[in-house]
Each structure stands twice: as structure tokens, then as C-alpha cells.
């Protein structure tokens, strides 16, 4: 890589990590898994970099959910959820406790699930944008969408209530 891409490399790294890290945060539900990903990411933007430059962010983020479903994949569904969120016998009051819940029922939602209401609602993107990155159909998308939602009301009946409080 020459000066001038390294430097405007390192200026992107600067400027987005943050952000970036967030992602990686909500996709993986683990910190340490998240740097990870997020290294992973900037690493293959790094060695494509002169072809990125239009619209990094967008590559990184796009490199990150496909490694994150690769992840998923191999390690199967029983081993995406950590050991330390698993159910217990413990005070189920206040917000803390229903955002871990939600916290966990998105972690129990199969990978492309999961990563359609990641770019849907958290990256707030068009339906459209998401197809794109997924390589799928805008109604795949959409059926995906209503299907993860519904099996979040079903895992964590207390958002529901919760929704319809603050409504």
C-alpha cells in the first residue's frame, strides 16, 4: 500500500472504529468477539483499498455481516449463544433486565435473522440496501424482517408490554 492510501486508510480507521465497533458489538454480543470482527473487516477493506475508497464504511460493514454469518455457520447455533447470557433464576425488574433479555433473544435468532433487523433497525438502512448486502430479494427481506420481529415478541413477551406502555 502507498503513503497516500495508507494515510487515507489510517484517516478512515480514525474516524469510524467507533462506530464500526458498535456494529461488531451488536452482531457478535461479545466484546473481545467484536474487535475480532471488526480487525477481520479492516483487514480485507485494508488489502482492497484502493477499490473502496468511494464508500469504506459501507465495504467494511458489508465484509462484517458476511464474515459474522460465516462465523455463525461454523460454529452452529447451539455455541452462538455465550454461557454467561443463558437463563437464570434472578430479578427480572426494571430496564437492565429487558435489555439483556433482548439481548439474549436476538442472540437465539438464527444468523440471517438477526442480521436483517441489525442493518434494518440499528443500521437503519432501506429495505432495499439490505437485499443488496445480503444477496437476497427486497421480499426476502421483508419476510425476514416480520418473522425475526415475531419471534422476538414471542421470546421476550415483556418488550411487547414494555412497547405498548411507552406507546
Known amino acids: 500500500m502507498k503513503r497516500e492510501a495508507r494515510e487515507s486508510f489510517a484517516a478512515f480507521v480514525a474516524a469510524r472504529s467507533a462506530g464500526l465497533m458498535r456494529t461488531a458489538y451488536v452482531l457478535t454480543g461479545d466484546q473481545h468477539a467484536a474487535e475480532d470482527l471488526l480487525q477481520t473487516a479492516l ?3 485494508a488489502a482492497r ?6 464508500n469504506p464504511e459501507a465495504y467494511v460493514r ?4 458476511h464474515e459474522q454469518v460465516n462465523r455463525w455457520k461454523r460454529r452452529g447455533r447451539e455455541s452462538a449463544l455465550p454461557a454467561s447470557w443463558e437463563q437464570t433464576d434472578r430479578d427480572r425488574s426494571g430496564d437492565v433486565d ?4 433482548l439481548q439474549q433473544a436476538l442472540l437465539a435468532l438464527p444468523p440471517r435473522k438477526r442480521a436483517v433487523l441489525v ?3 440499528f443500521e437503519d438502512l432501506p429495505e432495499s440496501q439490505v437485499a443488496e448486502i445480503l444477496g437476497c430479494s427486497v421480499g426476502t427481506v421483508r419476510s425476514q424482517t ?3 420481529i415475531a419471534r ?7 418488550l411487547t408490554l414494555e412497547l405498548e406502555r411507552t406507546s
Open 49 to 54: 483499498w484502493k477499490n473502496v475508497v468511494d
Open 119 to 121: 442493518l434494518r433497525y
Open 43 to 45: 483487514t480485507k477493506t
Open 62 to 65: 458489508k465484509v462484517m455481516y
Open 98 to 101: 429487558l435489555r439483556l433479555s
Open 146 to 148: 416480520h418473522r425475526a
Open 152 to 158: 422476538l415478541r414471542e421470546l421476550v413477551p415483556d
